[in-house]
């Protein structure tokens, strides 16, 4: 089943103490994306990434770092979390040009 | 920049009509068109590429006015399963990949 998965699902964590949340794809796409969405303010990218060792920033990358040495995997990385990055992220990968974008189940995390 | 969505929401009854405009401050190459329900990942509904396309699901259409820079959701007919946010996406023109999404419309349906 083609799909995109996120590890964990939900997260409590305390201010500073650094995370990762994975992304992984099996539909062979170049492109992979982060968003956060926080109430009343959509889907917001944090980073996005054309293809293996290709990696930009979105609109809200302060505070977040990525990597891509796979195709498949686009991990999201805290180093040092802080309760203002308390939301849901998305992980999203498409083909790409203009193509679907398939989402992972979200990640709710909470950061004391 | 990110497209501007409206209405923010809007109430309907079973078997009424809604629309949904998403508006860009730049020229654009595409239109992006996905719902999502509560608690759940958003769902791919439509993409939109030229000036004038329109596009069909179901009873859930939209076009996209290339010169206004706009694009518009039309949702006829409504059913209880059409309820959740609507998002638009939009993608500039001039080369880059990059999608941004409006804030959403929270679209609810009630019997």
């Known amino acids: 089943e083609a799909q995109v998965t996120q590890n964990p699902r939900y997260l409590i964590t305390v201010t500073g103490k650094k995370l990762t949340v994975t992304c992984s794809q099996n539909?062979?796409?170049?492109?992979m994306s982060w968003y956060r969405q926080d109430p009343g303010l959509g889907l917001r990218q944090i980073y996005y990434?054309?293809?293996?060792?290709?990696?930009d920033k979105g609109d809200v990358p302060e505070g977040y770092k990525v990597s891509r040495k796979e195709k498949r995997n686009f991990p999201l990385i805290l180093e040092s979390p802080s309760p203002n990055q308390t939301s849901l992220y998305f992980c999203?990968?498409?083909?790409?040009?203009?193509?679907?974008?398939?989402f992972g189940p979200g990640t709710r995390l909470t950061v004391l | 920049q990110q497209p501007v969505q409206s209405p923010q929401a809007v109430i309907l009854r079973e078997g009424e009509d809604a629309v949904i405009n998403c508006s860009s401050s730049?020229?654009?190459?595409?239109v992006h068109w996905y719902r999502q329900k509560h608690g759940e990942a958003p769902v791919f509904l439509m993409i939109?590429?030229?000036?004038?396309e329109q596009k069909g699901h179901e009873k859930i259409s939209a076009s996209f006015n290339e010169k206004k820079q706009q694009s518009s959701l039309y949702l006829t007919a409504s059913q209880l399963s059409y309820s959740g946010t609507y998002f638009c996406g939009t993608v500039p023109q001039g080369g880059s990949e990059k999608l941004v999404f409006g804030k959403g419309t929270k679209l609810t349906v009630n019997p």
């Open positions: 999203a990968s498409s083909k790409p040009g203009p193509h679907t974008q398939y």
């Open positions: 939109l590429l030229k000036g004038g």
């Open positions: 539909m062979n796409h170049e492109y």
């Open positions: 730049k020229a654009l190459y595409s």
């Open positions: 990434s054309m293809n293996v060792e290709v990696t």
